[in-house]
């Protein structure tokens, strides 16, 4: 009796990541994430039946990865916004342009399919819960969030195009706002 093949999603997902960084989402196909993923394209459809289906995955694990590494701090840490937006800016700083690359190309295409959408929606409700919008420093972590992602668009949708220095320098600038603390 044979053993009945399986086909691992994760392995599937880092070969259409390897493309994504490679060609764009613009060029990715199934057939050219199933031959790097070597499988069939018929494993593939069967794991992720569309290039949507497929897009949508890889965007929820990269998400699942960011909040995992965005777990509450200890101690006193835990309630002061100012120290999680810090801990995401420290984690924004460490990640190349390519990710911003590779994310703005999934967000362009899957703007027709909405539903495909979801847990970044939620991501980002999720991350301005943590930032209370009646007080001076809500209010400037809202701000900096919104302009990071802001950047990270641009970047990603080829509008803007920063040296690793530069755009290390705007995410200092933010990380430097934030830590301005209002006249009172």
Not at 100 to 123: C, D, M, W
Request: net charge positive.
């Amino acid at each position: 009796m044979t053993r009945k093949k399986s086909i691992d999603p994760e392995r599937i997902l880092d070969a259409a990541e390897r493309i994504l960084s490679a060609r764009g989402a613009h060029s990715l196909t199934l057939d050219m994430v199933a031959a790097e993923a070597g499988i069939s394209k018929g494993g593939l459809t069967y794991t992720f039946p569309t290039k949507e289906a497929l897009l949508s995955a890889i965007l929820d694990r990269g998400i699942a990865r960011l909040r995992a590494r965005l777990k509450p701090q200890r101690g006193s840490e835990r309630a002061e916004p100012r120290s999680e937006l810090r801990h995401w800016l420290d984690i924004c700083r460490g990640n190349s342009t390519i990710n911003e690359v590779k994310i703005g190309a999934i967000l362009a295409a899957l703007q027709h399919a909405p539903g495909s959408l979801k847990s970044t929606r939620s991501y980002i409700r999720w991350m301005l819960s943590k930032f209370a919008p009646d007080t001076e420093l809500g209010r400037r972590a809202r701000l900096v969030f919104y302009a990071t992602q802001g950047l990270f668009l641009l970047q990603g949708f080829g509008l803007l195009t920063l040296t690793a220095a530069k755009r290390k320098l705007i995410l200092d600038d933010f990380v430097s706002f934030l830590a301005v603390r209002s006249p009172r």
